[in-house]
């Protein structure tokens, strides 16, 4: 089979994330959320032409559904096609960011993590230091019960939803004041004496589908839960951009997020200078956030399992609350 086009990767790829069919108008929209502009009109073209390549297949007015050559097809398509929604999803949600640190109010970005219902109170429990710390993006989140809606999703029987607010909100927030901001890799960072000291892996955004921390999460590769009891040990964090001269402003724009508990900034640094063993660009300063998923590796490492997405939905920051 043909190697399959940028488009009708991502038609599979929302089409994947459904255990129901899809129409084409439903399709478009999920498309737009991720960046990619296509109108229904064009979906219902592309659909068809998968229906008859065997990727799809129709099930009347309830829309489309991947055939078993259309999973497999999803699962092997290039990498390269994978990257670019991923980063285009940072830049959409990021665009789509309209909390205000004058009032507090507007739409934030979520990860969302899934746990056992009969685990979630000693998860709290273990991740409480952390959601205390500046190592985590903030102590706001979201509690979602069985059978309640996430975005397009609905949290499973037996299973607790926890939204997290993610790190890119921060560049959504810098970006509403018209700084725009590069998201250059995540990885895990070195802390000792309880100061963040260096960056031990990286994985560029350029060169991945998925988010590089739940990767290092699920691979136990952290240990946060020593960060937090002795002051060392490693966590998520990711590296941010932003030109050189606005360096002042996004620096005061992020002192007043922490006023509204939206915080995991823990280094920065200015033009020719490198933060946490990272050179800076000429033109460019630097800024290290602390990943928004870095309390769940504390439950991982405790032996809970979780089931992550990060960047998952937008939600109102109105609607958070401290951690139960």
Request: proline share 4%; hydrophobic share 45%; aromatic share 6%.
């Amino acid at each position: 089979m043909p190697e399959i086009g940028r488009k009708e990767f991502a038609i599979l790829s929302v089409l994947g994330g459904y255990n129901e069919p899809l129409g084409a108008t439903r399709v478009a929209r999920d498309l737009k959320d991720r960046g990619i502009d296509l109108t229904e009109r064009a979906v219902r073209y592309h659909l068809q032409a998968m229906d008859v390549r065997g990727l799809t297949e129709s099930m009347g007015r309830s829309g489309r559904r991947l055939t078993e050559e259309g999973k497999r097809e999803l699962g092997n398509a290039r990498v390269a096609d994978k990257v670019a929604l991923t980063l285009a999803r940072i830049d959409a949600l990021s665009y789509q960011t309209s909390f205000d640190v004058a009032t507090g109010k507007g739409k934030v970005i979520l990860n969302v993590s899934l746990l056992r219902q009969s685990e979630f109170d000693h998860a709290v429990r273990v991740m409480r230091p952390l959601f205390s710390s500046r190592f985590a993006t903030s102590d706001l989140v979201a509690v979602f019960g069985p059978g309640q809606r996430l975005g397009d999703e609905t949290v499973p029987r037996g299973m607790v939803g926890l939204g997290t607010i993610c790190s890119v909100t921060i560049n959504g927030v810098l970006l509403s004041h018209g700084i725009p901001v590069h998201s250059e890799f995540g990885g895990l960072i070195e802390v000792a004496g309880h100061e963040p000291v260096r960056f031990t892996d990286i994985v560029r955004y350029s060169g991945t589908s998925v988010d590089p921390v739940e990767v290092f999460i699920k691979a136990r590769a952290t240990s946060a839960a020593q960060v937090m009891a002795a002051g060392q040990g490693k966590l998520g964090a990711g590296l941010r951009t932003c030109p050189a001269l606005a360096r002042e402003h996004t620096l005061q724009l992020i002192d007043e997020m922490s006023a509204w508990r939206i915080r995991g900034v823990i280094a920065a640094a200015g033009e020719n200078q490198s933060v946490l063993e990272v050179a800076v660009d000429v033109g460019r300063a630097a800024f290290v956030v602390a990943a928004g998923l870095n309390p769940m590796a504390v439950a991982e490492e405790a032996g809970i399992e979780t089931t992550n997405q990060a960047m998952a939905v937008m939600f109102e920051y109105e609607d958070l609350e401290p951690l139960p």
